[in-house]
């Protein structure tokens, strides 16, 4: 049962270029959406978050764009540097209250290319 | 530092063994997880804790059990490891939303 969708599995970006993961969910009670980073080795790391009252977000060179309507939402990485080089995961999950289970999309594993 | 501890880093366990994997927080953290990671799956969850003394099934439970020792402690059990629980082990804590993620156990069941 795969609630949370994410594409494409792996992606092949020059240095300067910009990076677009996409998502897809399922359940409407979703009310949290996060991106992870996580680096060969290493535990994922919370990169950026999401709620559904936005559509978009920024920090820096990651933006996150949400489409409700859809139950989509995309992680762009602008300038992509090959220090992005990463493996990202989008999730998602309802409501602090609650378990707060965080449901992950598959990764993508992004090279940037110098 | 702060964050989540995960022991031991690497184990090559062989088929029928039993082991428990450690994770300690020190984050005053109420919710803990365990997840797995396996290539092209992403992260599933096994067990978690929402608060000390509880413990709740995930979606991949089957062959685990798990203790909450005390709000700091969640172990992760495997009674009789199988091949198809190599994996790489995560676990995590959270206070409201923002996981934070220990650096893993790799497992090799042979």
């Known amino acids: 049962q795969q609630q949370v969708k994410q594409s494409p599995q792996s992606l092949i970006v020059q240095k300067g270029g910009i990076s677009i993961i996409n998502c897809a969910y399922e359940?409407?009670?979703?009310?949290?959406f996060p991106w992870y980073q996580q680096f060969p080795g290493k535990g994922p790391a919370l990169l950026i978050a999401i709620r559904p009252d936005v559509s978009e977000k920024k920090e820096g060179r990651f933006t996150i764009s949400f489409n409700k309507s859809a139950k989509q939402f995309s992680l762009h990485i602008m300038d992509s540097q090959p220090g992005d080089s990463a493996t990202y995961f989008c999730?998602?999950?309802?409501?602090?209250?609650?378990?707060?289970?965080?449901?992950f999309g598959q990764g993508t594993t992004l090279q940037v290319k110098p | 530092n702060a964050g989540v501890t995960q022991t031991p880093k690497f184990q090559v366990l062989k088929t029928g063994q039993s082991m428990t994997l450690q994770c300690a927080q020190d984050m005053n953290h109420n919710s803990m997880y365990w997840y797995r990671q396996d290539p092209g799956m992403g992260l599933r969850l096994i067990y978690y804790s929402a608060s000390e003394g509880t413990t709740d099934k995930g979606e991949v439970p089957n062959g685990y059990n798990v203790s909450r020792l005390n709000k700091r402690e969640f172990s992760l059990r495997l009674e009789s490891a199988a091949p198809s629980q190599t994996s790489v082990y995560f676990c995590?804590?959270?206070?409201?939303?923002?996981?934070?993620f220990g650096s893993g156990t790799r497992l090799t069941v042979v």
């Open positions: 359940n409407t009670a979703f009310d949290y």
């Open positions: 995590a804590s959270r206070p409201n939303y923002g996981y934070t």
């Open positions: 999730a998602a999950s309802r409501g602090s209250g609650n378990t707060g289970k965080l449901i």
